[in-house]
């Protein structure tokens, strides 16, 4: 562009012309009673203009959404803009994005960002987290990306690996010596939450036994999630030779580990099993329990591979093996943050899914001022909503001024700053009575305060439909949608919750499970920490061997808010008091 062409385009402007009105008089000298009066109305004129200016000048550009951090501020792409990268989104290329791509080091670098665009995105949608991961952990989790790249499917030790297990076909029942490589497959079991703190918990088991974690894809773990490590996959190859023997492992397997202690059998130091079948599911007994014993862990440490079946996120009993306690400690310093860094680290929705994500958050949530998620999950049958919990959750939102009440009286009510604040309410339901209940109280009645709250829900599928592709799809966008609330009121006993609260880093208002058709009082509680809860966990003194309540033996393991026998990991610093 020409410089002189640009700086007399800059020069034409309201000030200037203003200025040169004003200066004209003083240059030529002639400063008489008609050139002052000249001079005041040209000011009387200009003012209005000046004030105009000002304001507009002040105000943010009209591209920008509001509502957002500034961290969480797309900057949109002009059809002009050559230094863009080309993605269908039309986001700007990483090196113009906010400097947490990677959430703190919790990212490697080298992915295709192409393949998964929610990795390197989902900055752009949350809040920078203000919880930090240790240096340790970030340093494991650089080599056990290393190990997955040498012993991942499709390597030569995993074909070494997979070569003895086959052999067992043949009536070899051991192995002698270590492998270079050790194992554990997770068997794709229980609805969509469970899953994903499942192999949460078998990432944190495989992390602190140097195994590398293979996941069982079922039917449709591939199309949901990203791949979380680079340069290969976790996603068990088809060809696993005992994969069609996972529907029939059961408590009473031969290779159950719990069968084979209850019988003691193939238990000793000189008898190594190729694979072992873990049952930790929520029906499992006080045998499959031991393996939460630091003594009964001497023998699945020599096994190559460990199979594992589990709807429970049992983090907590990791934290009781003292076996872990130091690795534990330098891994996560802040110990209630196991799933929310672990979480975003492993769970990065397919493009498929980010479409949904991300369509349904520009069009209903950016704009807001502030976002409260709701998830509404009831265990009762009969009409929705339910009276007793809609009263339930309005007692909640109102007690703990979440939410504003309406005024009946009056017909409009006036924001006492003459600018009223913009809430959109993010409601996660199986049915939809719930949040049109909310719509219409909102939109026939103004609030006391005079905010303005829409009402949003995503979809309403009825009833749970796991493994059913597009439902689990729309499942998990809710959940990480939910995650991206400022503020988030949760349903007991609900996995869907936990796994929102995690990723998001909140501490939820948990909404108590009605007993008799009846509102609990208090109808919710904020949470001591964003952790889970381990729904069923062991009550064994592993040394003492005897019954014992693990929810009182160190300070950082408690019992859950919404299940009394439930154990979860809170801070150091937080209350130890039991509701």
Sequence with gaps: MDLSVSRSRRRISPYNTILATLVAPLKSGLITTMNLMKILAALLV??????????????????????????????????????????????SDHTQMPKDTLHDGLIASGFDEGSCLSRYQSNLYRKISPHKPSSYLLSRLRN?????????????????????????????????????????VWISYSGLGNKILTITSAFLYALLTNRVLLVDPGKDMADLFCEPFPENSWLLSKDFSIKEKFSKFDQKSPHCYGNMLKNKKNTSSELVPLFLYLHLAHDYDEQDKLFFCDEYQSLT????????????????????????????????????????????????????????????????????????????????????????????????????????QVDKQKPVVTAPSGIPKLKSVLITSLTSGYSENMRNMYWEHPTVNGDLIGVFQPSHEGHQQTDKNLHDRKAWAEMYLLSLCDVLVTSAWSTFGYVAQGLGGLKPWILYKPENQTMPNPPCHQVMSMEPCFHAPPFYDCKAKRGVDTGALVPHVRHCEDMSWGLKIVGSHESHDQL
């Design 46 to 91: 200009s003012l209005p203009v000046l004030v105009t200016l000002s304001l507009v000048l002040r105000s943010p550009p009209p591209d920008r959404i509001k509502g957002f951090a500034d961290a969480r501020v797309i900057q949109r792409l002009t059809p002009n803009d050559t230094s863009s990268s080309n993605s269908e989104d039309g986001f």
């Design 144 to 184: 056990y990306e290393h190990l997955h790249k040498k012993c991942g499917p499709h390597t030569k030790s995993y074909k070494t690996a997979m070569a003895r297990l086959k052999s067992s076909d043949q009536g070899n029942s051991s192995v002698g010596g270590s492998s270079e490589c050790k194992y554990v």
């Design 301 to 404: 440490g020599k096994v190559p591979w460990l199979i594992m079946r589990t709807d429970n996120y049992f983090v907590p009993s990791l934290f009781l093996m003292p076996s872990f306690e130091q690795e534990l400690e330098k891994l996560f310093p802040e110990k209630e943050t196991v799933f929310h860094h672990l979480g975003r680290y492993l769970f990065h929705p397919s493009n498929h899914v980010w479409g949904l994500i991300t369509r349904y958050y520009q069009a209903h949530l950016a704009k807001a001022d502030e976002r409260i998620g709701i998830q509404v999950r009831t265990f009762e049958s009969g009409p929705s909503p339910l009276q007793h919990v809609m009263n339930q959750i309005y007692a909640c939102v109102f007690k703990e001024k979440l939410l504003p």
